[in-house]
């Protein structure tokens, strides 16, 4: 059972680019990952919820009103966890799909 009801594919591009820089506001992280600032929202509390994300606003930030979202060990975990199911997801896609081209190519030439 998932611990968060977000898709593995957004978590892991959320988490990716959380680790890249734990500085980023929302509405960054909405147009870099192409989905709304409301999704956003609710796929970060999700992950603090369970304890993958801290979010803070840090004292040594010269943006008092920004927040940093920093991955916790148990994010980390999972953020490896989940890049090695999406790796052997993509590819079994990849051979799946050089099976299906073959196919067609006989079919083309037959």
């Known amino acids: 059972m998932k611990e ?18 734990p ?4 509405r960054e992280l909405a147009a870099e990952l192409g989905v709304s600032l409301g999704k956003v929202n609710y796929c970060l509390k999700a992950l ?24 916790t060990p148990k994010g980390i975990a999972q953020k490896t966890a989940l890049t090695t199911r999406f790796i052997a997801f993509k590819q079994q896609q990849y051979t799946d799909l050089k099976k299906e081209i073959e196919e067609l190519r006989l079919e083309v030439r037959g």
């Open 4 to 21: 968060t009801a977000i898709p593995d594919e957004v978590r892991l591009a959320l988490m990716r680019k959380l680790a890249q820089n």
């Open 23 to 26: 500085n980023v506001s929302q």
């Open 48 to 71: 603090v919820k369970v304890g993958w994300v801290k979010a803070g606003n840090f004292a040594r930030s010269s943006n008092k009103t920004g927040y940093a979202y920093l991955l």
